[in-house]
């Protein structure tokens, strides 16, 4: 990691989930070693969910199990999500290393993601998190909808911070707040991450921002601004949650990349590689892909362009 920015990979699991054409266990591992070797920081495998409700998933477990099995080439944390208990086993037992699990902030989006109420949804979180710190993991805990919702369109910033709230006295001091119908704007990032730091200066802030709207960069700049370290993204913008109105990819992670590279940021990171990957996942699913650098090219500033606000 190089200028404090965090890089979290999550194109193996948010990027895949919402693809019909299931991508064997081999291509997966075969993706997943340009991304390790690339620089980035996180690498989220996938989720433990029910194979009958995202097929793409069902392999998570195997994932996990080669990565365990085997000497990772740069020191990359590998990250599960997960839903319930049972997923939580299924991590514990193969490896997981960081866990990621959340709540929305939207009854409709919570009850058609879990099943469950926010207020269920959030008594149950909170006790896999304690079950996963006793067994010594790595816990990011966020709130799903927080910019506004699909189905219910804006969600008031109080019901986020009622879940933020329950995070911190629960002494969950990782947290996310995560785009998931693409409506957030730079503004309304600001003035959330700005709430959250009031609550508690020495919070560790995540984001995860979808491009359904086109503001996917704008809004990670704005989160920069705020003093967000970790940015979750997935190589050549693939992804959206199945169980929002209107899916939109993830921020790329190339274009993110390039973005904080002409800035001076995380030179450290191969963008070659990234590229070279989304242009092998665009064959692959011989379509092109949401991701922008990847076929325009990636402009080379001649050296470090020095940063005033950071």
């Known amino acids: ?32 070693e340009p ?53 939580l086993e299924r991590g514990l037992a193969c490896g997981v290393e960081m866990f990621c699990m959340g709540v929305s902030a939207s009854e409709t989006h919570s009850r058609k993601n879990t099943g469950m109420s926010v ?26 909808s927080a910019f506004g919702c699909g189905y219910e369109g804006h969600v008031p910033q109080e019901e986020v911070m009622k879940i933020v709230r329950r995070y911190l006295e629960e002494g969950l001091k990782n947290i ?18 700005g709430t959250i730091r009031t609550m508690d ?9 979808h491009n359904t709207y086109g503001l996917a960069l704008a809004n990670c700049y704005a989160a920069m601004k705020t003093g967000v370290k970790s940015f979750e993204s997935s190589v050549a913008g693939l992804g959206g949650c199945p169980f929002t109105k209107i899916a ?25 590689k990234l590229i070279d990957l989304a242009c092998d996942m665009s064959k692959f699913f011989g379509r092109e892909l949401p991701g922008t650098i990847y076929r325009t090219g990636p402009i080379h500033e001649p050296g470090p362009i020095p940063l005033k606000d950071w």
């Open 1 to 32: 990691m190089a200028n404090g920015i965090i890089m979290h990979e999550v194109g193996l699991r948010d990027g895949l989930q919402m693809e019909k054409q299931v991508v064997s266990t081999a291509q997966k591992i075969a993706w997943a």
């Open 35 to 87: 991304l390790i070797d690339s620089g980035i920081d996180i690498l989220q495998l996938g989720s433990f969910v029910h194979p009958e409700k995202i097929p793409q998933m069902a392999d998570t477990d195997d994932l996990f199990r080669h990565f365990k099995s085997i000497q990772k080439t740069r020191p990359v944390v590998v990250s599960g999500l997960v839903l319930n208990e049972k997923g």
């Open 119 to 144: 207020s269920e949804a959030t008594d149950r979180i909170l006790r896999m998190a304690r079950a996963a710190l006793e067994a010594k993991k790595k816990i990011q805990v966020s709130v799903q």
């Open 176 to 193: 996310s707040l995560a785009d998931t119908a693409g409506r957030a704007t730079p503004d309304q990032v600001e003035r959330m991450y």
């Open 201 to 209: 200066p020495d919070v560790e802030l995540s984001c995860h921002f």
């Open 248 to 272: 939109g990819g993830n921020v790329c992670t190339e274009d993110l990349v390039h973005m904080w590279q002409r800035m001076g940021l995380r030179r450290d990171i191969s963008l070659e």
